[in-house]
Nanobody, 129 residues
């Protein structure tokens, strides 16, 4: 059974950093993509970063406002849980949102939001002094 379990998040002061993790288990494909999304109160969900993972390579994509501040990485341990981290630095109050990870089996373009069918439980990130 497929599971996406998120960890990390919490309260941080402006300029601070946080790491979110998404542990994915219960699937066997060697080609997939993991996206990180966020949704702030009263706003639409937006994609912040994503990563395409294969057995021998990865590629990543970032929203413009996250470039240089967010970093996505994958620890693709075969036949065990695969973990994708989102490391966030220089956080701003505008980054406050519930963050979600999601899985897509379409490896070739991780920006195809409609390909994401399975989602984590969400984790709150609050940037405030």
């Amino acid at each position: 059974q497929l599971h996406l379990v998120q960890s990390g998040g919490g309260l941080v002061q402006p300029g601070g950093s946080l790491r979110l993790s998404c542990a994915v288990s219960g699937f066997t494909s060697d080609y997939y993509a993991i996206g990180w999304f966020r949704q702030a109160p009263g706003k639409e969900r937006e994609r912040v970063a994503c990563i395409g993972v294969s057995d021998d390579s990865t590629y990543s994509w970032y929203a413009d406002s996250m470039k240089g501040r967010f970093s996505i990485s994958s620890d693709n341990a075969k036949n065990t849980k695969n973990t994708v981290d989102l490391h966030m630095i220089s956080l701003e109050p505008e980054d406050t949102a519930v963050y979600y990870c999601a899985l897509s089996y379409y490896y070739h373009d991780c920006t195809r939001t409609y390909e994401y069918d399975d989602w984590g439980q969400g984790t709150q990130v609050t940037v405030s002094s």
